[in-house]
């Protein structure tokens, strides 16, 4: 849209052009609009690929215009708009945009300040699958996404199972808009772009990193109920045919759905922390009961459980089977005594945990989510009056602008030109021609995060060269199953510093180090932020120069009912109907199978609020406070129908255990070794006339096709499938698996971050700090040409660096000693890395 010169928006005077088609591309470009650039969305001359009234959403904020490719008068209308651009977005497949006659790697040579971003499918690098035809859910089913859709579904023997969350571009959209925005604000320091290639398949990967990471060994005290059962049914050879209900006896009382007296379900998340679960019984009036019948809380649970005086600690995960069918029985009958609504706000202001099952629907029209911008109102051409999903990241200064965005606009060339070129560039010199420093070079990052999101988001930002400390208490809030299991993911290339910051020699600590600081990253709510000394003058009489990033579970750019509630990824999958879709009713919720479904996007958007803040300091000199949310994140994860108006029809996404896909097109199929997925469109139906075996499938009406085309498919292996439907240019992929995939593409560490590995790439850690072999996914899935990219070092243990960064911020060895006596500081949880 044209530049409001009156807006404080953090992306102002950015030229971006937009080439995108289908999710992720146009998502990338809508963010950097909402952020204030300019935005050209080019569209060939039938108008968007995609289908979908989530258009509307996606091109907010833009000038459309229609082009065509591949006559030379589009060509030279694209090259334009490109001449006069800061950013340029492309989505397809591999050499498309280079054999249309746009060649990125061209155009810098040409403009060395050009940045240029490719999200293909499959890795350009990758030879077997570059040229798939890789849709949302093509690219699911070759990562194991629908094979390994968590404990519940392996357990009830339903495999594959399908999911329309689109996970790869959400995923990829965060990634990718991170790293053009990380780009931009190194160019300010260099004067040059970057050339980068985003696959979504890699995005979807790191978005996973949770669920691929393999620990040798891995002590019992880890298993959970659900792992411990099909173990034993493994070895039994017993089938995996558990009820739903039989299914709900294996879960943790403090990590599942209760039924309320209104008949809807409510969730609870208390499984971890020292406090929430205690808080939780006192609050339901069974503490004190469970006390007297023997319920213990470890003082040290970072002990090895064979030193515990009870074989059960409350706040740690998970509890033994005999003490969580006792507690799970007695919650179940005190939550049938109050409805939902009032549930949650006894959770919500008692700080634990703990919120309805809703319908995205529901959630839509939702109170807090309209009053906190979560959901917002945009006045579209073509469905009018449209709620959409708020700004993903947001700024304190800013961030009211963000909630009534431009809706789309279709423009002739000529406009969408002179709308690019009134917008003077200010660009830098430039400094060095071959620089290949990291994007983050010489940039210090204090990361007081905790459980995924938030220290996700500063491991993520560490491969491009930023120096990170990670704080946390001297005493652990959280049991080791969060920190030091989840930490061998997101405490990668950070050093530890245990101390108590609430004191004042621990405070004192903390802001030594605030002084060197350039970010501070922290997951807190308004109310922690403010009690923690965290608020923007209390930092400016800090360190006036560093960007405060925060992030939580419900916030919105204006304070809303719930902003101060606490939650995790599971609470917002509640909230915002992803469980109750996954699970298909109100009497069958499911968390959707990943750990950190939400929590890592949501990370992957703090990282996007860093870079911003980082640019627009480099800019204006202006220094931030930025802040996203996992509520806000979800409605990207949802995006494709995320959205309502007066005529909209229902939400009838598919749904429940018995989902195998969209349609006869687009679903599963059973081959003669396996499963297969066929990802097509009504346009495609003429292709399959070119596939052996298919011949005829266009003269079959819509309601017979699946039963036409499931015969066909059992007379051939999956993969001699795929290959062929591939060759016809139609999106097919075995559903494979995630251990597979770990097995067949992993090696041993090498100093290398994987990229060269094509699009699935895994480290083995023979001598990894923890005593085990750990077997971890790359950080391979954002590839720029000029920057570098930096291998992660192993996770070290908890407090291995307290005693040199204090050091270096000016204590002796002897006052180091003293802290740790004092329990000030500490260097270690426990004498194990991992617990036994």
Request: net charge negative; aromatic share 8%.
């Amino acid at each position: 849209m044209p530049l409001n010169p009156t807006s404080q928006l953090p992306l102002i005077g950015v030229k971006v052009v937009d080439f995108g088609q289908y999710m992720a591309g146009p998502a990338v470009a809508m963010i950097l609009g909402d952020l204030g650039a300019t935005v050209v969305h080019v569209d060939p001359p039938g108008g968007p690929l995609w289908k979908t009234p989530a258009n509307a959403t996606l091109n907010r904020n833009k000038l459309i215009v229609s082009i065509d490719l591949k006559r030379e008068e589009g060509l030279d209308q694209a090259l334009a708009l490109i001449e006069e651009a800061d950013i340029v977005i492309e989505s397809f497949r591999p050499d498309v945009m280079q054999r249309l006659g746009i060649d990125f790697a061209a155009l810098r040579e040409q403009r060395l300040e050009l940045i240029t971003l490719s999200i293909p499918g499959f890795a350009s690098n990758d030879a077997l699958r570059r040229d798939w035809r890789a849709l949302e859910s093509v690219i699911a089913a070759n990562s194991g996404v629908f094979t390994d859709m968590g404990l519940n579904r392996v357990l009830m023997g339903i495999n594959p199972s399908f999911s329309p969350l689109p996970l790869a571009s959400a995923y990829g959209t965060m990634l990718a808009a991170s790293s053009v925005v990380l780009a931009l604000q190194a160019r300010e320091r260099t004067g040059l772009g970057d050339q980068i290639e985003v696959p979504l398949v890699c995005a979807l990967m790191e978005g996973l990193s949770y669920n691929s990471i393999r620990i040798e060994d891995l002590p019992e005290r880890y298993k959970t109920q659900r792992e411990k059962e099909i173990e034993r049914r493994r070895i039994e050879g017993l089938p995996m045919n558990l009820s739903y209900d039989e299914l709900q006896e294996l879960l943790d009382p403090f990590y599942r759905s209760y039924k309320c007296k209104d008949g809807r379900m409510f969730y609870v998340v208390c499984p971890s922390h020292r406090d929430h679960a205690k808080r939780c019984l006192q609050r339901l009036g069974l503490y004190d009961e469970l006390v007297a019948e023997g319920m213990r809380e470890e003082p040290d649970t970072y002990l090895p459980t064979s030193e515990w005086k009870s074989d059960m600690s409350l706040g740690v995960y998970p509890l033994p089977k005999a003490w969580a069918d006792h507690i799970a029985a007695r919650m179940k009958a005190v939550f049938m005594t109050r409805t939902s609504k009032e549930w949650e706000k006894i959770f919500g202001r008692g700080k634990f945990p703990g919120a309805p099952q809703r319908w995205l629907q529901e959630w839509i029209h939702d109170d807090h989510a309209e009053t906190a911008g979560l959901m917002i109102e945009v006045e579209d051409p073509e469905y009018d009056t449209m709620i959409q999903p708020g700004p993903v990241i947001w700024f304190a200064d800013s961030g009211s602008e963000m909630l009534t965005p431009e809706p789309r606009r279709w423009v002739e060339f000529s406009q969408a030109l002179d709308a690019l070129a009134s917008i003077e560039s200010k660009l830098p010199r430039v400094r060095a021609k071959n620089a290949r420093d990291g994007w983050l070079q010489g940039v210090r990052i204090l990361d007081l995060c905790n459980v995924i999101a938030g220290p996700h988001s500063v491991a993520y930002l560490a491969r491009f060269g930023a120096e990170v400390i990670k704080i946390d208490p001297s005493k652990p809030f959280y049991d080791c199953w969060n920190t030091v299991i989840f930490g061998l993911t997101h405490m990668r290339s950070k050093r530890s510093v245990l101390t108590d910051i609430n004191v004042p020699e621990g405070r004192k600590i903390f802001e030594a180090l605030l002084k060197t600081a350039d970010v501070v990253v922290w997951n807190a709510t308004d109310k922690q932020v403010e009690r923690m000394g965290l608020t923007e003058p209390a930092m400016k009489a800090i360190n006036p120069e560093a960007i405060f990033c925060q992030m939580d579970c419900f916030s919105g750019v204006n304070p809303g009912p719930r902003t101060n509630y606490l939650g995790y990824d599971d609470l917002v999958q509640a909230t915002t109907g992803i469980m109750l879709r996954f699970g298909g009713s109100m009497e069958t919720p499911e968390e959707h199978a990943h750990v950190g479904t939400i929590d890592v996007m949501c990370g992957f958007g703090a990282s996007l609020g860093v870079a911003t803040a980082l640019y627009r300091k480099l800019k204006t000199g202006r220094v931030s406070r930025v802040k996203t949310s996992l509520s806000a994140l979800s409605g990207l994860a949802q995006v494709p129908y995320c959205y309502d108006y007066q005529r909209r029809g229902l939400f009838d996404e598919p749904s429940g255990r018995d989902a195998t896909g969209y349609d006869s097109l687009s679903r599963f199929y059973a081959a003669s070794d396996g499963f297969l997925l066929v990802s097509a469109y009504e346009y495609d139906i003429e292709k399959f006339d070119n596939v052996a075996g298919l011949e005829g499938l266009s003269r079959v009406d819509p309601e017979g096709r699946a039963a036409f085309l499931a015969p066909k498919f059992l007379t051939a292996r999956a993969t001699d499938w795929v290959e062929r439907l591939e060759a016809a240019d139609i999106g097919a992929a075995v559903c494979e698996n995630l251990e597979t995939l770990r097995s067949y593409n992993s090696r041993p560490y090498d100093g290398t971050v994987g990229i060269d590995q094509g699009s699935y790439a895994f480290t083995i850690y023979e001598d990894h700090p923890s005593g085990h072999v750990v077997t971890q996914l790359d950080p391979y899935a954002v590839r720029p040409r000029r920057a570098q990219i930096y291998p992660m070092t192993p996770a070290e243990k908890y407090g291995a660096s307290t005693r040199s960064v204090l050091q270096e911020i000016g204590y002796s060895e002897e006052e180091v000693d003293r802290l740790i006596e004092a329990g000030i500081a500490s260097e270690s949880w426990s004498r194990e890395y991992l617990p036994t």
